[in-house]
């Protein structure tokens, strides 16, 4: 079995950070481990969005041009477990975050990534 596990939302006021993780865990990682992670947002009455994305290295990262130079994606070379460290965050970052994982090469498409986490909610207050 294949599971994602985020953690590290909350609320917060305008120009606040957080920091979200998201911990992979079953078999079908540990065998194939070369799996991108990223991270999509939702709004109630919304589509699911693309925010950030970065290979099983860590070496390369894509953003959506609503967080670039705020959100920051990372993880360690081949680990399990990957981070978005979100800066100066304003109410349009209200959402609940998900995270993905999937074999696609920094795709921006979430019909590329065979597995989400449960989402987590991060609140920005103004």
């Known amino acids: 079995q294949a599971q994602l596990l985020e953690s590290g939302g909350g609320v917060v006021q305008a120009g606040d950070s957080l920091r979200l993780s998201c911990t992979a865990s079953?078999?079908?990682?540990?065998?194939?481990?070369?799996?991108?992670m990223a991270w999509f947002r939702q709004v109630p009455g919304k589509e699911r969005e693309f925010v950030a994305t970065?290979?099983?290295?860590?070496?390369?990262?894509v953003y959506a041009d609503t967080v670039k130079g705020r959100f920051t994606i990372s993880r360690e070379n081949g680990q399990s477990t990957a981070y978005l460290q979100m800066d100066n965050l304003t109410s349009e970052d209200t959402a609940v975050y998900y995270c993905?994982?999937?074999?696609?090469?920094?795709?921006?498409?979430?019909?590329?990534?065979?597995?989400w986490g449960q989402g987590t909610q991060v609140t920005v207050s103004s």
């Open positions: 079953g078999r079908t990682f540990s065998d194939q481990p070369t799996y991108d």
């Open positions: 993905a994982a999937g074999w696609n090469r920094l795709s921006m498409n979430e019909n590329q990534y065979a597995y």
């Open positions: 970065i290979t099983w290295t860590g070496s390369f990262e």
